[in-house]
C-alpha cells in the first residue's frame, strides 16, 4: 500500500499535535496541553482520520474521493491555520492570535463535537464564524454580529458569528467554512479527513490516474 496518504481506526494523533501544538504556542502553558488533549479526546466523534505523513496535506480530489467511498457516511475535511481578531480594547484596539480550523458544518456533530452552547453550527457557510466561549469573551463577540478577523495570509474578513462553543482547546478557538480557511493557506490543502462510517468497512480510494488508497479494516 502506497505511503502517501495513510487511513487507521480513530489514527488522530497528527490532528492532535496541530491543535494542541497551536495552543502551548498561543498560551504558552502545560495545563492548556493537558485541557487541549482532553477536549480532543472528549470531542472527536469520528470513526477514521486520514491524514498525509508529511506536510504536503491533503488535496481536494482526496476528500472527494472518500465520499466516494462504499460505507462512507460523513466526511469531514479539516484545514488548519491561524486568525487574528482585532477588537477594542480601552481606547484603542487590539489584536489576538487564535488557533484556526477550517471544516464544513454537514452532519459536523457526527465528526467533531465543539459543545455548542449558543447559535447552530449548521450555519457555518459564507461569511461567518464559530467562535469559543474564550475567544467569544475576549473580542466581545456574540451570536448575530460580525467581527474583523485576519485569515492566516493577513487577509480582512468581517464574518458573521453563528455559533460560541467550549471546545476551543481541543480544535481551535475560531472555526470557520473549510472553503475559506484552504483556500488562504499556502498550500491550499487540508491536515486531515475525519470519516464516519456505516460499521466495519473496507474501501478503496480511487483517484484520477494510476494512484489507489487502501482504507479502513477488514470486517
Same mark, same amino acid.
Do not use: C, K
Given at each position: 500500500?502506497?505511503?502517501?496518504?495513510?487511513?487507521?481506526?480513530?489514527?488522530?494523533?497528527?490532528?492532535?499535535?496541530?491543535?494542541?501544538?497551536?495552543?502551548?504556542?498561543?498560551?504558552?502553558?502545560?495545563?492548556?496541553?493537558?485541557?487541549?488533549?482532553?477536549?480532543?479526546?472528549?470531542?472527536?466523534?469520528?470513526?477514521?482520520?486520514?491524514?498525509?505523513?508529511?506536510?504536503?496535506?491533503?488535496?481536494?480530489?482526496?476528500?472527494?474521493?472518500?465520499?466516494?467511498?462504499?460505507?462512507?457516511?460523513?466526511?469531514?475535511?479539516?484545514?488548519?491555520?491561524?486568525?487574528?481578531?482585532?477588537?477594542?480594547?480601552?481606547?484603542?484596539?487590539?489584536?489576538?492570535?487564535?488557533?484556526?480550523?477550517?471544516?464544513?458544518?454537514?452532519?459536523?456533530?457526527?465528526?467533531?463535537?465543539?459543545?455548542?452552547?449558543?447559535?447552530?453550527?449548521?450555519?457555518?457557510?459564507?461569511?461567518?464564524?464559530?467562535?469559543?466561549?474564550?475567544?467569544?469573551?475576549?473580542?466581545?463577540?456574540?451570536?448575530?454580529?460580525?467581527?474583523? #478577523?485576519?485569515? +492566516? !495570509?493577513?487577509? @480582512?474578513? /468581517?464574518?458573521? =458569528? $453563528? %455559533?460560541?462553543?467550549?471546545?476551543? #482547546?481541543?480544535? +481551535? !478557538?475560531?472555526? @470557520?467554512? /473549510?472553503?475559506? =480557511? $484552504? %483556500?488562504?493557506?499556502?498550500?491550499?490543502?487540508?491536515?486531515?479527513?475525519?470519516?464516519?462510517?456505516?460499521?466495519?468497512?473496507?474501501?478503496?480510494?480511487?483517484?484520477?490516474?494510476?494512484?489507489?488508497?487502501?482504507?479502513?479494516?477488514?470486517?
Amino acid at each position: 500500500m502506497p505511503r502517501a496518504v495513510m487511513l487507521a481506526d480513530m489514527a488522530a494523533t497528527p490532528l492532535a499535535m496541530g491543535v494542541t501544538l497551536a495552543a502551548v504556542q498561543v498560551f504558552g502553558a502545560s495545563t492548556t496541553l493537558a485541557g487541549a488533549q482532553q477536549q480532543f479526546a472528549e470531542g472527536l466523534r469520528a470513526d477514521y482520520t486520514l491524514t498525509a505523513p508529511s506536510a504536503a496535506g491533503i488535496s481536494p480530489e482526496v476528500v472527494e474521493a472518500v465520499w466516494e467511498t462504499p460505507g462512507v457516511a460523513v466526511v469531514t475535511p479539516v484545514g488548519r491555520s491561524q486568525a487574528l481578531l482585532t477588537f477594542p480594547s480601552e481606547d484603542s484596539t487590539a489584536t489576538r492570535v487564535f488557533a484556526a480550523q477550517g471544516v464544513t458544518p454537514d452532519r459536523l456533530p457526527e465528526t467533531i463535537d465543539l459543545a455548542v452552547t449558543q447559535g447552530d453550527i449548521a450555519e457555518l457557510r459564507g461569511e461567518t464564524v464559530a467562535l469559543s466561549r474564550i475567544a467569544a469573551e475576549t473580542v466581545r463577540g456574540t451570536v448575530g454580529e460580525t467581527i474583523e #478577523l485576519r485569515l +492566516g !495570509d493577513g487577509h @480582512l474578513r /468581517n464574518p458573521r =458569528v $453563528v %455559533a460560541i462553543y467550549e471546545n476551543g #482547546l481541543g480544535f +481551535g !478557538d475560531v472555526t @470557520l467554512p /473549510n472553503d475559506l =480557511v $484552504v %483556500a488562504h493557506t499556502t498550500a491550499q490543502v487540508n491536515s486531515a479527513v475525519l470519516v464516519s462510517a456505516v460499521g466495519l468497512w473496507r474501501g478503496v480510494v480511487a483517484l484520477p490516474g494510476s494512484r489507489r488508497w487502501r482504507m479502513g479494516i477488514d470486517p
